[in-house]
């Protein structure tokens, strides 16, 4: 069986993106399933490029067992749409930006928002906590936690 390939993609991939990264892996290894599934992410912006996860996320994330240990990239068009089977954006404008980078219907078919595999929020977005304080990370990771859940069930179910 070939792996499964999901690209989680926010605004400069330091808060958001890199922590679903990490609560997905995490969460893929609790239940023995981390073999299945090539797991990475990206920013729609090259901002913060070779950066490592926002210090205030990576405490935050820590606090609950996740390592961030992803270095920040941009998402590349053209690549990125061809070796992931699933591209998973945070909010409203990173589903406009990820539209955007789309040649295909193939590759837009591949296009879906965090949000929409939440099982116990109604949050249509993962809001941006960079220019916020502590309950914002919070609120990001439990936003993560219950997609990743959420994920995992449609993809074993599929
Ligand atoms: P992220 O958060 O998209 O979740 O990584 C942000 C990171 C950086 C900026 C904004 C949001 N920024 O404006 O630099």
Redesign the pocket.
């Known amino acids: 069986m070939s792996k499964k390939s999901i690209l989680f993609v926010?605004?400069?991939?330091?808060?958001?993106?890199?922590s679903a990264e990490a609560v997905m892996k995490a969460k893929l290894k609790e239940y023995s399933l981390e073999h299945n599934y090539f797991i990475d992410s990206a920013?729609v912006t090259g901002?913060?490029a070779g950066d490592s996860a926002?210090a205030r996320m990576q405490t935050h994330a820590l606090k609950r067992g996740y390592d961030l240990t992803s270095i920040s990239r941009p998402v590349e068009a053209g690549e990125d749409y061809e070796r992931f089977d699933y591209i998973i954006g945070?909010d409203a404008q990173n589903m406009s930006d990820l539209e955007a980078m789309a040649s295909s219907a193939e590759d837009l078919a591949k296009l879906s928002r965090m949000t929409d595999y939440c099982t116990e929020f109604t949050h249509d977005s993962v809001p941006?906590?960079?220019y916020g304080g502590a309950a914002g990370f919070e609120l990001v990771l439990d936003l993560l936690e219950d997609a990743c859940d959420g994920l995992i069930s449609k993809l074993e179910d599929e």
């Open positions: 926010c605004l400069g991939n330091i808060c958001r993106s890199p920013g901002y913060h926002d945070m941006d906590p960079y």
